[in-house]
Antibody
């Protein structure tokens, strides 16, 4: 069955960096666009980035543009989110999701806490 | 940016009753509208895409309707396991945007 497993979250100081990973299985990863979506504690959902199936096209929310980078390794079925210049307002659970007509499949999420 | 507005914020329904959730877009999103269910402590799950097409494995008790700027999600007969927050999301324009959610209480 389809499985997406995020990792790499944790506690980081403001201004620091973190790289999240998402391991995909149970489907042909290289055929799918993928996105990262986050959810601040007790809040709603915010889409933050998308990458095309072939790694050739990316899109970002204004809130993370210039600080976050999405990329993927189709040979390893891995999706990444490199997060730099982190701020307190980036504190959230980060989900990866397959992206076709809506976000079909989601991982369980990984918590990123930005605090001094 | 397209703003998605959901109503009501909280919906209290008795078991077996019908629940209707609304979602309004600030401009037309055609039928590029999805609904998600998020149970406490879990990741969201896709229920509906294309405004009215049920995702794989979603029971027939969930139905979506509407197009343009007005959309609804209907749960025909509410069960205790339907306790959740429901989000709408448009994928017609960038950035992809979500509504603020409707919490369904039993």
């Amino acid at each position: 069955q389809v499985q997406l497993v995020e990792s790499g979250g944790g506690l980081v100081k403001p201004g620091g960096s973190l790289r999240l990973s998402c391991e995909a299985s149970g489907f042909t990863f290289s055929d799918y666009y993928m996105s990262w979506i986050r959810q601040a504690p007790g809040k709603g959902l915010e889409w933050i980035s998308q990458i095309s199936s072939s790694n050739s096209y990316t899109n970002y929310a204004e809130s993370v543009k210039g600080r976050f980078t999405i990329f993927r390794d189709n040979a390893k079925n891995l999706l990444y989110l490199q997060m730099n210049s982190l701020r307190a307002e980036d504190t959230a659970v980060y989900y990866c999701a397959s992206d076709s007509y809506g976000f079909d499949y989601w991982g369980q999420g990984t918590l990123v806490t930005v605090s001094s | 940016e397209i703003v998605m507005t959901q109503s009501p914020a909280t919906l209290s329904v008795s078991p077996g009753e019908r629940a209707t959730l609304s979602c309004r877009a600030s401009q037309s999103v055609n039928s590029n509208l999805a609904w998600y269910q998020q149970k406490p402590g879990q990741a969201p799950r896709l229920l509906i895409y294309g405004a009215s097409t049920r995702a794989t494995g979603i029971p027939a008790g969930f139905s979506g309707g509407g197009s343009g700027t007005e959309f609804t999600l209907t749960i025909s007969s509410l069960q205790s396991e339907d306790l959740a927050v429901y989000y709408c999301q448009q994928y017609n324009n960038w950035p992809r945007t979500f509504g603020q959610g409707t919490k369904v209480e039993i």
